[in-house]
């Protein structure tokens, strides 16, 4: 064997003794290394989570039945819990219990969705009639309030009876509007008094005398009685009272017509 080849294998062992010897330092710096990568990215997540919780709300997504609810009342209860400032901080319950405050708001559900969508469902009570002229009926007999300005577009009956009556109040008028709808007449006004005798008015300004026994009976009557009343042009209906055992009683009004007065014009004499 060449000197040449001894040499370079000589070489190769030296380095492989040296790699040994160093090879404990190399796996200790290695690691080193690797800690303090795993540790920057660490504080890299976790300043990403931080200033995703203290992100502020960017997407509001709003559905539902909302007759009376507007975007501008959710964004005030957003702004009561202060969930706008700390997105996914706050507790979603917190909001829901602000807009479930409002009290036309029937049901409320909030959800939100990282890292800063917020998804509202509100649903508000549907106004069956105006109960004593203070509140609203829903179809359940609920009492509930809105302001005056938001029910420009609501043309409801108005609907009067004994407080913590609604319900049977309620039941009643529905089964005789039913009745009266069958056959064209519609109702404005319906009154259970506290001896429970209902008086009715018709979008005609027709007032009608129930009782309070045999209601349905009576106003089967009326409905078959009333072709015999149309036929006065001179006079109209003031009220029917059908507290009677066969028959009514009818006041009549006399219907007033406004005339032109008439100017005379004097005659001249020939001159």
């Known amino acids: 064997m060449s000197q040449a080849v001894l040499k370079k294998a000589r070489n190769i ?143 409801l009956v108005l609907l009067y009876g004994p407080e913590g009556n609604e319900q049977d109040t309620l039941a009643s008028y529905l089964t005789m509007d039913q009745l009266l709808s069958a056959h064209q007449f519609h109702l404005k006004m319906a009154e259970m008094n506290a001896r429970r005798s209902w008086q009715l008015i018709l979008d005609n300004e027709i007032r009608l005398e129930i009782g309070k026994v045999h209601m349905m009976s009576r106003l089967k009557r009326f409905i078959e009685l009333y072709p015999f009343f149309e036929n006065h042009p001179d006079q109209r209906i003031d009220y029917i009272d059908l507290r009677y055992k066969n028959g009514a009683a009818v006041h009549w009004s006399p219907i007033f017509v406004e005339t032109q007065p008439v100017q005379m014009q004097s005659k001249k004499s020939p001159p």
């Open 13 to 155: 062992k030296k380095k492989k003794r040296i790699f040994r010897d160093y090879q404990p330092f190399l796996g200790i710096i290695f690691f080193w290394i690797l800690l303090v990568v795993l540790c920057i990215a660490s504080y890299w997540a976790i300043e990403q989570v931080k200033r995703t919780y203290s992100s502020p709300l960017s997407t509001l997504l709003l559905t539902g039945e909302r007759r009376f609810t507007t975007k501008k009342d959710i964004q005030q209860a957003i702004l009561s819990t202060g969930i706008a400032h700390s997105f996914m901080e706050e507790d979603v319950h917190l909001l829901q219990q602000a807009i479930k405050r409002f009290p036309w708001v029937k049901q409320v559900y909030v959800r939100k969705h990282w890292p800063d969508k917020l998804d509202i469902h509100v649903t508000d009570y549907a106004p069956i009639a105006v109960w004593n002229d203070l509140h609203l009926l829903d179809h359940e007999g609920k009492i509930f309030s809105v302001p005056h300005d938001r029910m420009t577009h609501e043309r």
